[in-house]
């Protein structure tokens, strides 16, 4: 039909199906001319409203938090920049408020991460409730709430935060016939305010909401320019800034670890640990910033990044034929995190990487704060094809029970015992003990803080399944160019 003139339309239609449901077609129609002078219509209709259901749940999930339902952190960032211009080009003044809900790590602790989900959803209704029509409110991350008030007045926005004090008070519960009360420390920051940008607003805020919570906690605190003089405070915002500048940057860097099979001393097993590159090209270590993330809320953008940037890494070994097993890390917040999952499954789609070369780690005193929480993400994990490694274990006061209750497929003994191994008896002890243990539920081991020949031998007599330590190799941006070779 090539030698025909060919116009083609493509349009969208809902309609409505026998039993009441809406459907959404995608119509192509083809018209073509014939000989004969007789036109003939060719039209090829696809029901696209699954497709369309998954779009629309998509750009939700781009600006909102899933969990509380209110808009995220980049959402209210843009938000912000839109209202910040329209203050200035009126000359208006808005209120920003920042809060963190304080004691909320030791209600998590105590009580569970459901509990705290479920403070987390009420405070947030809590703050819709107290909220205009035209202020934006969002949870940047972890506890922290932002609440924009745009054409507000200091009067105004400190009533604000004393609503916000008596309905969090009314949010109190009992568990376990312990009382828990709720309150935030509250940083207020009024825009425009010199010429700060929405990011430099955002980070004042914390800082008046960081002085709030040195004042006491309870209570709220407006940001002066002597807030910026706090050395701990202003080292705190210099990480956090970093952080993001990283994340916008692509500055965070992956280092791989070998990890050697004993009996075999052979690596097809590597360990993903992070490492921030600063614009100087300085390297840091997690120690550095981990704690910044995690009270920032950033942690989850952390988490996001090592799960993209790792199976990217398996897909390239896997086109290279190479078969290698990565374990990456998850943060203790991981758990709360409702888009993990989700995400794991479009990686693990878009990049064709195989889940049985993914080897997750989480730290036992991370898995035992919530062990039903723990158990519900490694079973989702493993259910996709993933394995799942315990971290640090023997760290914890009741380790064997714990090891019974959780779904892991592999367990990485805590370094301190190994580190003297080859002279404390107790510790060659509990290694032995763990391995037999381990071996029994099918389950493999391995050990950290590898240093030496010596150490080596006793795990290779004890049965201890794999080494990592300096000893096997050290952290390096690359993976091994061959054989392992030790000294």
Wanted: hydrophobic residues 40%.
């Amino acid at each position: 039909l090539s030698h025909y003139d060919e116009n083609i339309v493509h349009m969208e239609s809902d309609i409505l199906s026998a039993d009441g449901q809406i459907h959404t077609i995608s119509w192509i129609h083809s018209s073509f001319q014939i000989p004969t002078n007789n036109a003939v219509i060719l039209s090829v209709g696809i029901d696209i409203t699954e497709k369309k259901q998954n779009e629309t749940e998509l750009r939700w999930l781009a600006s909102h938090d899933p969990l509380t339902e209110l808009y995220n952190r980049k959402k209210l960032k843009s938000q912000f920049e839109h209202i910040l211009k329209q203050a200035i080009f009126n000359d208006q003044q808005g209120i920003l408020l920042v809060l963190d809900l304080d004691h909320f790590k030791d209600i998590n602790d105590s009580c569970g991460h459901n509990v705290g989900d479920q403070l987390l959803k009420n405070v947030a209704k809590a703050l819709t409730e107290i909220s205009r029509d035209n202020d934006v409110l969002a949870r940047l991350g972890g506890d922290e709430f932002a609440i924009i008030l745009p054409e507000t007045d200091l009067n105004v926005a400190i009533n604000v935060c004393e609503k916000i004090s008596d309905r969090l008070h009314a949010l109190h519960f009992e568990f376990e016939q312990v009382r828990y009360s709720i309150s935030s420390s509250i940083g207020i920051v009024p825009f425009p305010l010199n010429e700060f940008s929405v990011d430099r607003l955002l980070s004042s805020a914390d800082l008046a909401m960081y002085q709030a919570k040195s004042l006491g906690k309870d209570t709220w605190h407006l940001f002066t320019f002597d807030d910026m003089l706090g050395k701990q405070l202003q080292e705190r915002m210099r990480w956090k800034q970093k952080i993001e500048d990283a994340l916008s940057e692509d500055r965070f860097v992956l280092y791989f670890q070998p990890i050697m099979q004993i009996q075999k001393q052979t690596v097809s097993h590597y360990e993903v640990l992070l490492r921030m590159q600063d614009e100087d090209g300085q390297i840091h270590s997690p120690a550095m910033f981990i704690e910044v993330a995690e009270q920032s809320g950033l942690i989850h953008r952390i988490d996001h990044y090592v799960l993209e940037k790792g199976i990217a890494k398996l897909a390239e070994l896997e086109q290279q034929e190479q078969t290698i097993t990565l374990s990456l890390n998850l943060s203790a917040h991981a758990m709360l995190d409702a888009e993990l999952i989700p995400l794991l499954k479009r990686l693990l789609k878009h990049y064709r990487a195989s889940p049985e070369h993914l080897l997750f780690e989480l730290t036992e005193t991370a898995a035992v704060a919530d062990i039903n929480q723990a158990r519900q993400l490694m079973r989702e994990m493993r259910d996709l094809g993933c394995r799942f490694s315990i971290d640090d274990f023997g760290s914890g006061f009741a380790s064997f029970r714990y090891l019974r209750e959780l779904p892991v497929d592999v367990v990485k003994i805590d370094g301190m015992f190994i580190t003297h191994i080859t002279d404390n008896n107790d510790d060659k002890l509990f290694v032995e003990a763990l391995v037999s243990v381990a071996k029994g539920m099918g389950k493999s081991t391995v050990a950290e803080f590898v240093e030496s020949a010596e150490i080596l031998a006793v795990l290779a007599e004890l049965g201890v399944d794999y080494a990592q330590g300096y000893y096997i190799g050290k952290p390096q941006a690359r993976l091994l160019d061959g054989p392992l070779k030790l000294d």
